[in-house]
């Protein structure tokens, strides 16, 4: 049984670019949940996925995308990127509304 | 809205000590909650559920509906139970199961 993994694990990018971060989820599940966590704060919600179908979505703007693949891999994509992006970027995997396995997580910093 | 509050950031207890780490919740539908640990450089790992109304690592969790809290607690503390505790509470948006986290609180156990 493979975890959760997600690449990069570290990246730097300017303002106003983009950028996409990837997730493997665990073997078996088919759902993907991404979460922001800025410096000494808790996981906030941004959305999740469930076969290739966006189903819910927290408080973020829409310069925040993603997308499922049939493998149920994801990834999140961040347009015009802002200072305040920089934050660690954590994808959670589960079967449905199961128990969520979280990757080790992409730090962003927006320079 | 939702709101997980985890009052104390840091907490420090000597070994064999007690410890509880407080959570309290604002939420009007039936709470599910769950805490969440993260160890040094390890990904963030699910401790407990209350619906489960386990016992891990010595670790429970009561959820007092009341008091709208949910503390962790744990009889007699060692020092590898050193690490950053998060709160959650998980409800429904739109279709998709998400979690709302709390700020978290370092636990350090000294020798």
């Known amino acids: 049984e493979t975890g959760v993994t997600q690449s990069p694990t570290h990246l730097i990018k300017t303002r106003g670019q983009q950028v996409t971060l990837r997730c493997s989820s665990q073997s078996g599940h088919n759902t993907v949940s991404w979460y922001q966590q800025a410096l000494g704060q808790g996981p906030q919600f941004i959305f999740q996925y469930y076969r290739e179908e966006e189903n819910g979505r927290g408080n973020f703007p829409p310069r925040f995308s993603g997308l499922q693949f049939p493998n149920y891999s994801s990834e999140l994509n961040v347009n015009a990127l802002e200072l305040d992006d920089s934050a660690l970027y954590l994808c959670a995997s589960s079967l449905r509304q199961g128990k969520a396995f979280f990757g080790q997580g992409t730090r962003l910093t927006v320079v | 809205a939702q709101r997980v509050t985890q009052p104390e950031k840091l907490l420090s207890v000597f070994k064999g000590a007690p410890v509880e780490l407080k959570c309290n919740y604002s939420y009007s539908g039936s709470p599910e909650l769950f805490w969440y640990v993260q160890y040094s450089r390890q990904r963030l790992q699910l401790l407990l559920r209350?619906?489960s109304r386990e016992s891990i690592k010595g670790f429970t969790a009561d959820l007092n509906k009341g008091e709208t809290s949910f503390h962790l607690k744990k009889p007699f503390a060692q020092e590898e139970d050193s690490a950053m505790y998060y709160c959650a509470l998980s409800e429904n948006s739109g279709s998709a199961r998400q979690l709302t986290f709390g700020s978290g609180t370092q636990l350090t156990v000294l020798p």
């Open positions: 209350h619906i």
